[in-house]
């Protein structure tokens, strides 16, 4: 399992109900069904995707985040999972409301594109970048929102979220000391727990 899974795993309680948007080959809810007795769905578009999640035993369901989350009633999930798919959105925003409209807690995963490699290659280049957490080039990338630590922590607090936690992933691994002090400029994975403030 990648690294930013790993570190979500160890956020999601046992027996919780999760909706896992974008959530690929549904490997992380097999694990936590497995492990931890959750229990939810997950919501892809990829046909590659959902033919993985069935042969996983994982309930999906056919869906583009694009059209928002509206099938699903307000705090009907105890927290919702979007990896790897905040910036191929049009409006990652209105996505963040919509997460914390259906559940109390939103866990988020982006690359952050200011990561000191992707800096140095579009410095020293001037192309884009190209790495392991931005495979594609410009022109046929599915990424369309490319966001930082700053940035995403900056929208946070625009709409008045509380940061429950953060983390660092490096390449395959958790971030190691310089990454969780100085995140934008040494984590290649930006990994967010958000909730709503307490009224």
């Known amino acids: 399992m990648r690294a930013d899974l790993e570190l979500i795993y160890d956020w999601v309680p046992h027996g919780a109900h999760v909706l896992d948007l974008a959530c690929g080959d549904g490997a992380l809810l097999e694990r936590l069904a497995r492990d931890k007795s959750v229990t939810g769905y997950g919501l892809e578009i990829d046909p590659d995707g959902i033919t993985q999640c069935v ?3 994982v309930s999906v369901i056919e869906h583009n985040l694009d059209d928002g989350l509206s099938s699903f009633g307000d705090r009907s999930y105890d927290q919702v999972i979007m990896t790897q798919a905040l910036q191929a959105l049009r409006r990652p925003d209105k996505m963040l409301d919509e997460m914390l409209r259906v559940a109390d807690e939103g866990i988020i995963t ?3 594109f200011a990561y000191w490699r992707h800096r140095v290659y579009l410095g020293l280049r001037g192309y884009m970048p190209v790495s392991k957490s931005l495979p ?18 900056q929208l946070c607090r625009e709409k ?8 660092v992933g490096v390449g395959e691994r958790r971030g190691h000391w310089t990454s969780k002090w ?9 990994i967010f727990r958000v909730r709503r403030r307490e009224r």
């Open 136 to 153: 594609h080039a410009w022109y046929d990338t599915p990424n369309i929102h490319l966001s930082t630590f700053n940035d995403f922590e």
């Open 160 to 167: 008045g979220l509380v940061i429950v936690d953060r983390a």
């Open 55 to 57: 042969a996983r035993g």
């Open 182 to 190: 100085w995140p934008n400029l040494f984590g290649e994975i930006a």
């Open 110 to 112: 982006f690359p952050n």
